[in-house]
C-alpha cells in the first residue's frame, strides 16, 4: 500500500493529453395536436427538444441540450445539471445512450460526449432556455427510411430525420450500418447533409431514436410518457407515435393486456362517453 502511494503522490496525470468530457441529452416527449372536432380524439406528435445556440460554434444552429462535466461529477450528474441548467426540466427519465469520440467531432477540441436518451409526460412540461441558449423549442419528430440494401456481411438502412417548429426545419441524411466483424455485430450510425443540427448530433439523435423504438417495444418506455393514469387509447397513441406504425386497437389491446393494471377512475368531459383508466403495471415489468 505505501508504495502505491508513493507511486500516486509522484504520478503526473498531464503525461497524456486529456480530452474534455461532456453530456448531450435527447430529450422526447409526445404532445397533443387538438382536433378542431370536439368528438374527436386528439393526435399526437413525438417531439424532441432542441436548444438554439446563442454564440460561437455553430451560432443560431440548434443543438441537444447539454454541456461540459465539471470536477467530481458523473455522466449521470452532468446530464441531469445541464439539462435543468439549460431548460429547468428535472425528474424525469434518462438513460445512458452511448459515448462518442470521433476526433474533429467538436471545433473546439478534443471532446468526448456521453449521449443520454430522456423522456418526460408532455403534462409536466416547464421549459425555458438557460442563461446560455438563445431559445429552447420542441421539435416535431419525423424519421422515415428512405432505403436498405444488403452487402456482403453488411445491412445498409438509410433514414431521412426532420425536425420541425413553425419556420425552423432542421434535416439530415442517416446511414445505419449493421455488420458481422471480428466483435460479432457491429452497429454504427452516420448523418450527412446536416441542414441546421449543431456538431455530431444529428448522429446521436438517430442513435436515440432508434433506442427508444427498441425501449418501447422491450421495456415499456411509452409509459414514461405518459401521465400515472391514462386511456387504452392514450397509449396506443403513444405506441404509434413512436414506432410510426398503426396498431388495431384489438390487437394493441391483447399485446398490452399484462403490462397494464385497470383502475376505478374514469375521464370525462371529452365529448364522448367517460374511458376506463389504467396504471402501468410495475410487477410485470420487474418480472421481465
Known amino acids: 500500500m505505501s508504495d502505491e502511494k508513493e507511486f500516486l503522490k509522484s504520478y ?25 372536432n370536439y368528438r374527436k380524439l ?20 440548434f443543438a441537444l441540450p447539454g454541456g461540459f462535466a465539471k470536477k467530481d461529477e458523473t455522466g449521470d450528474d452532468t446530464a441531469l445539471r445541464e439539462l435543468f441548467e439549460e431548460t429547468s426540466v428535472e425528474n424525469i427519465y434518462l438513460s445512458q445512450l452511448k459515448t462518442t469520440s ?24 416547464s421549459v425555458k432556455s438557460g442563461d446560455d441558449a438563445a431559445d429552447a423549442l420542441w421539435f416535431e419528430v419525423s424519421y422515415k ?15 431521412r430525420l426532420e425536425l ?5 426545419r432542421l434535416s439530415a441524411d442517416i446511414t445505419e450500418r449493421i455488420s458481422l466483424g471480428a466483435s460479432g455485430r457491429e452497429y454504427s450510425v452516420t448523418a450527412e447533409n446536416s441542414e441546421g443540427i449543431a456538431f455530431d448530433h444529428g448522429e446521436i439523435i438517430a442513435y436515440a431514436i432508434t433506442e427508444l423504438r427498441r425501449k418501447t ?23 404509434d407515435t413512436i414506432m410510426d406504425v398503426k396498431e388495431s386497437d384489438a390487437n394493441f389491446r391483447r399485446k398490452m393486456s399484462g403490462f397494464v393494471c385497470l383502475t376505478d377512475e374514469t375521464q370525462g368531459g371529452m365529448g364522448h362517453r ?9 410487477e410485470a415489468f420487474l418480472n421481465i
Open 12 to 36: 503526473n496525470i498531464k503525461k497524456y493529453e486529456q480530452p474534455s468530457a461532456a453530456a448531450d441529452i435527447a430529450v422526447f416527449t409526445v404532445k397533443n395536436i387538438p382536433d378542431d
Open 42 to 61: 386528439d393526435g399526437k406528435k413525438l417531439c424532441l427538444l432542441m436548444i438554439k445556440r446563442g454564440k460561437p460554434p455553430f451560432t443560431d444552429h
Open 102 to 125: 470521433t476526433p474533429g467531432r467538436d471545433p473546439r477540441g478534443w471532446i468526448i460526449s456521453c449521449g443520454y436518451l430522456a423522456l418526460v409526460d408532455s403534462t409536466k412540461l
Open 145 to 159: 427510411q428512405v432505403s436498405s440494401e444488403m452487402r456482403e456481411n453488411e445491412k445498409l438502412t438509410r433514414y
Open 164 to 168: 420541425t417548429n413553425g419556420d425552423n
Open 217 to 239: 417495444v422491450y421495456e415499456g418506455a411509452a409509459f414514461s410518457l405518459l401521465p400515472e393514469y391514462f386511456t387504452m387509447t392514450d397509449l396506443r397513441q403513444v405506441y
Open 274 to 282: 367517460p374511458s376506463k383508466l389504467y396504471k402501468r403495471n410495475i
